[in-house]
C-alpha cells in the first residue's frame, strides 16, 4: 500500500475550497456591495452546502469517452465511458492509445456543467474525479466529517462514469450487422453493432491538428521556410484536411467538448496514395490558368465529350439538364484537384512575384497561404467576393471550349465558395486575426 502524506486531507479539501471561492468571487464581482443576493450566494457557496447540492444534480449529467449525440443530435441512448487503460491494446490507432490524462467529455443538463468542471479539479497530481474512482480515502474524508455521508456524496460523485439505464440505440443512430458466425445467409450468425463517437479521441486529434495549423511556433516554422532558414521543430501539413460542424449553431446541445470546439472535428483525408513525380511550375507571364486547365487529359476528354453531346442538339429537359450538370461537376472536380497542386507544391507567396501576371482572384484562389505573411492579401482573400470571380471564369472558358452551348449564367449560379473546396475556417480564424 502507497503510504500518502499526513495532510492529503487538507490537500484536497484546500483544492475544493479554492474552486468554491474562485466561482463565488466570480459571480459576487458581478453585484453591487449592497445587493441582498450576496448574503445567499455565499451560503450558496458553503462548503459542505454547496457539495450536497452537487451530488444532488451529478445525476443530471454524465462523464464520457464515446457518445451517441454526434451521430445524430437527436438520438436518445446509451452513452459510455471507457478509460484507455479498460481497452484492448489494439495495433490499429483508437481511443486505446490516448494517455491517462485523456480529456473526458460530458453530455446531459448544461446547467449542471460546474459539477464536471469540480470534478476536473487538480489535486496531488490528478483530477478529483479520479481520485474518487480509485476511492481515495483522504478525499473521501476531505469531502465531509461525516463518514457516512462522505461516502454517500463519493458514490454520487463516481457515478457519472456509469452508464445510465439499460443499455440501448436509436432510431436515429447508426447500427449494422457484423456477421460472427460462418453462414452469412443465417441471421442468427450475425451481431448487431451501434457504433458510438469516439469524443475523447477526436478532442485528442483535434488539439494536435489545431495546434500544427494554427500554434504560433506553426507559424514561425512556416515563416522560416518562406525565408529558407532553419526552425528547431519544423511544421506539419494535413493535405485534404476536412472539416465536420457538429450541432450547428448550438454545438453545447452535442457535448462539452464539441462546444469547446466550436463544434469543429477535423476529418482526416481517407484516400489512397496517388502520387504524382511530375513537377509544378508558377503560371508566370500567364494572363489566366484556365488555358494551362484545358489541356489536362482528363479535361480535354470531358470537354469533348460535353460538346458531343451538346452538338447532338438533345431535348431541353430535366435530364439533359442533369446529364450537363454532371459533366460540369466533373470538370469542377478537375479544376479542384488542378487548384491544389499549385496550393500545396507550390511556395507561399509565388503570386507576389512580379513575373506573375494572372488576375487578383486567381492568386487568392491558387495562393491562398499568402495571406500568412501578407496582410492586405489576407484581407482580399477574406472578403470572400473571389470564389464568384473565378466561378464566372470558368463558366466562360467552358462556354468558349462549348462554343457557346452553354445556358448564359448556369455555371455562375453555383455556390463558388463551396464548389472550389474553401476552407471557410481557415476563413473564420484569419477574420478572427489568428492567422
Not at 474524508?141 to 463518514?147: G, N, V
Not at 512556416?222 to 525565408?227: C, G, I, Q, V, Y
Not at 489566366?288 to 447532338?312: C, H, T, Y
Not at 452553354?406 to 455556390?415: A, F, I, S
Request: glycine share 6%.
Amino acid at each position: 500500500m502507497t503510504d500518502h502524506p499526513p495532510d492529503r486531507r487538507g490537500m484536497f479539501r484546500a483544492a475544493i475550497q479554492g474552486f468554491l471561492k474562485a466561482r463565488c468571487d466570480d459571480k459576487l464581482d458581478k453585484l453591487p456591495p449592497d445587493d441582498p443576493k450576496r448574503e445567499a450566494l455565499l451560503a450558496q457557496f458553503e462548503y459542505t452546502a454547496w457539495i450536497a447540492d452537487a451530488a444532488r444534480r451529478v445525476t443530471q449529467i454524465q462523464a464520457v469517452t464515446h457518445s451517441l449525440k454526434p451521430i445524430h443530435p437527436d438520438a436518445r441512448g446509451t452513452n459510455l465511458y471507457c478509460p484507455p487503460d479498460n481497452l484492448g491494446a489494439h495495433v490499429e490507432v483508437g481511443s486505446h492509445c490516448l494517455p491517462a490524462n485523456f480529456s473526458g467529455d460530458v453530455v446531459g443538463n448544461a446547467a449542471a456543467l460546474d459539477v464536471y468542471k469540480f470534478l476536473k479539479v487538480e489535486a496531488d497530481g490528478r483530477p478529483l474525479l479520479a481520485s474518487m474512482l480509485d476511492h481515495d480515502n483522504d478525499l473521501i474524508a476531505a469531502l465531509s466529517d461525516d463518514a457516512r455521508q462522505a461516502e454517500a456524496w463519493c458514490a454520487a460523485f463516481v457515478s457519472i462514469t456509469a452508464a445510465r439505464g439499460d443499455v440501448s440505440s436509436h432510431t436515429r443512430g447508426k447500427q449494422l450487422y457484423w456477421l460472427v458466425g460462418e453462414d452469412p445467409q443465417n441471421d442468427a450468425d450475425y451481431q448487431v453493432l451501434a457504433p458510438l463517437y469516439a469524443s475523447s479521441l477526436a478532442q485528442a486529434v483535434y488539439e494536435v491538428i489545431d495546434h500544427d495549423r494554427f500554434s504560433e511556433e506553426a507559424k514561425e516554422a512556416r515563416k522560416a521556410k518562406r525565408e529558407d532558414s532553419l526552425h528547431p521543430t519544423g511544421f506539419h501539413e494535413y493535405p485534404g484536411l476536412a472539416v465536420q460542424k457538429l450541432g450547428g449553431t448550438k454545438p453545447q446541445n452535442i457535448s462539452q467538448l464539441n462546444s469547446e470546439r466550436r463544434g469543429v472535428n477535423y476529418l482526416l483525408a481517407s484516400l489512397p496514395p496517388t502520387w504524382k513525380s511530375r513537377s509544378i511550375r508558377a503560371p508566370y507571364d500567364a494572363e489566366s490558368v484556365f488555358r494551362r486547365f484545358g489541356r489536362q487529359p482528363e479535361v480535354r476528354r470531358l470537354v469533348g465529350e460535353l460538346l458531343v453531346f451538346l452538338a447532338s442538339d438533345p431535348d431541353p429537359n430535366v435530364e439533359t439538364r442533369k446529364l450537363r450538370e454532371a459533366y460540369e461537376d466533373k470538370l469542377i472536380d478537375e479544376l479542384i484537384v488542378f487548384a491544389a497542386e499549385f496550393q500545396a507544391i507550390l511556395s507561399p507567396g509565388w503570386s507576389s512575384d512580379p513575373r506573375c501576371q494572372l488576375p487578383m482572384e486567381e492568386r487568392l484562389w491558387l495562393d491562398p497561404r499568402r495571406g500568412e505573411s501578407d496582410e492586405a492579401f489576407s484581407a482580399e482573400w477574406t472578403w470572400m467576393d473571389w470564389p464568384d470571380a473565378v466561378g464566372k471564369r470558368f463558366g466562360n472558358w467552358l462556354n468558349s471550349q462549348l462554343e457557346g452551348r452553354l445556358p448564359v449564367g448556369d455555371v455562375e449560379q453555383r455556390y463558388w465558395a463551396h464548389e472550389l473546396g474553401v476552407d471557410l475556417e481557415w476563413r473564420q480564424r484569419a477574420k478572427d486575426g489568428a492567422l
